[in-house]
């Protein structure tokens, strides 16, 4: 990293937030940014500290909702692949077996259908199925990781997704608000059956380290066609739904550990199904003052642990006719065990010694504060099957922050080893997030520190990590960045993630201080 001498208009303050080094064990194979709406969809685990309550279903209102770990009370989420000591000696990568397509399930996110809009939202929930169907059959038949056809397919189902998703938006805001968020919705991901082969799977298992998570029957893929005179109120309970999901999730991080064998049954999933009981009652009510009243969704009250077989889920019968789910999420694994491993990502997990999280300033101009919600990464995390064009150096050691390499470091005696992730700090003005998580973002210019043409400066994201990793350790090669299965622990694969949810004032508060040149927490 070369620094750029601040000219005349540059923010040169510091915003440090302090979120904590993960103590509380919020660990999860959940991609919220890059896979929202897949369970699971990371194949590796990542550390997670700020916010929690996030998975990869958790709505923008629920988050707004969640305590955290951050001691300025900042909600927003910042997450990122663990570290692991593996010391046994590593098989050679297996075949990846059959590609398939996965993307989020449109449906888990739209608001609730006005009767007027059933059959064009029905009609395009059915053509995103059929879009991901024939993405499979565009796949089918490859040997190997085939980067330039799943690229190829990948842009193929993208624009199509990308119109119908439109559609349904565009149908539904003629009968109402018009939902926001779809746009995360339009990028799909390709898994390999095969790299799954020999993991023990199945069931999450009971770990000193894992945090579990609640697992909710679907309600919106169980409602009737709403009276245009309910969809207000319907809404209202449906995102009151996803709040309490959210909050009891917050609740098993801050109180792991805590009580005897019936605690959680007790204290969180029982007050969760009777909160759940009156909200749906709520809305078969409002449903029923206009048409016929449900009678399908007080009994998808109760709520069990995820990974539990026995209960949960989110089911696929639907209350729409038949219509589609929008999407579909490939079986993928679930940590395991008390290092929770995953396949090819195995071996004791490094909690981080240090996590330091700062906004930055430009070297040329002031910042904007950031819009709330913003999705942001940096990094690829699959620079092998994908490509490298958005991978970023980030390994270092302590005392040598300016040089980045994308291998993994051995550092001298006493230094620990460093992970540097900067964030995109240029903004597009206008959303919040895109088809590809990246567009609505731009890294400024090498050279000068400028945005680019179009947009603005924002607060610039920088999170550096530091572990203690024995020495002996480093020098037998035996720490590893977790990574998709096909990356094979690649440590040009590193990433980072977030999600702001820092208030708008606490915002305003953060560009200030970069702006006025000032250090602050």
């Known amino acids: 990293m070369v620094a750029i001498p601040p000219g005349r208009n540059a923010s040169t303050g510091v915003f440090t937030v302090d979120c904590g080094v993960n103590a509380n064990g919020k660990f999860s194979s959940d991609n919220p940014v890059a896979q929202p709406g897949i369970s699971h969809g990371a194949e590796h685990l990542h550390d997670f500290v700020g916010n929690l309550a996030i998975t990869a279903d958790t709505s923008d209102e629920a988050l707004a909702a969640s305590d955290t770990t951050c001691r300025n009370g900042d909600r927003s989420s910042y997450f990122w692949p663990v570290v692991r000591i593996d010391r046994s000696v590593r098989d050679q990568a297996a075949d990846p077996g059959p590609a398939t397509v996965a993307c989020p399930r449109a449906i888990d996110r739209l608001p609730s259908v006005p009767s007027p809009a059933v059959v064009e939202v029905r009609r395009g929930l059915i053509a995103l199925d059929e879009q ?70 199945g069931a999450a298992t009971v770990s000193p380290l894992a945090t579990p998570t609640v697992d909710c029957p679907g309600v919106r893929d169980r409602l009737p066609a709403v009276p245009p005179q309910a969809v207000a109120e319907v809404d209202r309970n449906l995102q009151l739904l996803d709040q309490q999901i959210a909050e009891a999730n917050a609740r098993l991080v801050s109180t792991a550990g805590q009580g005897g064998p019936n605690f959680i049954d007790n204290a969180i999933l029982g007050p969760l199904r009777d909160k759940r009981f009156a909200t749906l009652d709520r809305i078969e009510i409002a449903i029923g003052r206009n048409a016929a009243r449900p009678t399908n969704l007080t009994p998808l009250a109760g709520c069990t642990l995820a990974g539990n077989p026995n209960g949960g889920g989110n089911g696929n019968n639907n209350g729409n006719g038949g219509a589609g789910q929008g999407g579909e999420a490939a079986e993928l694994p679930v940590p395991s065990g008390p290092n929770l491993e995953l396949p090819g990502n195995t071996g004791e997990i490094v909690r981080p010694a240090e996590v330091r999280i700062e906004y930055r300033g430009n070297p040329t101009s002031k910042v904007t504060p950031m819009p709330r919600f913003l ?65 609505h973002l731009s890294f400024a210019d090498a050279t000068t520190g400028a945005c680019p043409s179009g947009f603005v400066a924002i607060p610039q994201l920088r999170i550096t990590i530091a572990y203690d990793i024995p020495r002996d350790v480093q020098l037998n090669g035996q720490y590893l960045l977790d990574s998709f299965p096909e990356e094979d622990h690649n440590p040009f694969s590193d990433h980072n993630d977030f999600i702001n949810v820092n208030s708008e004032k606490r915002m305003r508060k953060i560009a200030k201080c970069i702006n006025t040149g000032r250090s602050c927490r």
């Open 375 to 439: 999705r942001a990464l940096t990094g690829d995390s699959k620079p092998i099957s994908r490509c490298p064009a958005n991978a970023r150096n980030s390994w270092t050691c302590a005392g040598f922050a300016d040089r980045l390499a994308g291998k993994y470091p051995i550092c001298p005696d006493g230094s620990q080893v460093l992970r540097v992730h900067d964030f995109p700090g240029c903004w597009d003005g206008e959303n919040i997030d895109s088809e590809n998580h990246r567009s």
């Open 132 to 201: 991901i169907a024939e993405a499979n059959r565009r796949l089918a038949g490859s040997e190997g990781i085939d980067v330039r056809r799943n690229n190829a397919v990948l842009d193929w189902l993208r624009v199509r997704r990308a119109e119908t998703l439109k559609r349904i938006a565009t149908e539904l805001g003629r009968h109402g608000a018009r939902p926001t968020g779809m746009v995360s919705m339009v990028d799909c991901a390709v898994y390999y059956g095969g790299t799954h082969g020999g993991h023990s799977g």
